[in-house]
């Protein structure tokens, strides 16, 4: 089973980083028994880049998974979000930023 710390991370203006841009960071890990492979991290729009440590993540282990979006964007969409397909028993699983009101 896969575990996903936040699923959602909620983003002011100040959280940007030198470039204008919010990066989050969201925590997998595996408490399942066997390696899971992450099959594909589909962000809902192209405003929205990922990097994922790896994409197999073996039972105990956890991997990170990186969103970054430009302020400007998420500030006029309030938010973006990425899907993960799974080799798992949990196919897809959904990880959010949002802009906190």
Not at 4 to 25: A, C, L, S
Not at 66 to 79: A, F, H, N
């Amino acid at each position: 089973m896969l575990i996903i710390k936040p699923k959602i991370q909620f983003v002011t203006q100040e959280d940007r980083n030198e470039y204008g841009e919010i990066e989050v960071n969201f925590e997998i890990e595996n408490t399942g028994k066997e390696a899971i492979r992450i099959l594909s991290v589909s962000p809902h729009c192209s405003c929205t880049d990922f990097n994922l440590s790896s994409s197999v993540i073996y039972n105990g282990k956890s991997e990170l998974l990186t969103l970054t979006v430009e302020w400007d964007q998420i500030k006029s969409l309030g938010e973006v979000y990425a899907v993960l397909k799974t080799d798992s028993k949990q196919k897809y699983l959904k990880v959010s930023i949002r802009v906190k009101d």
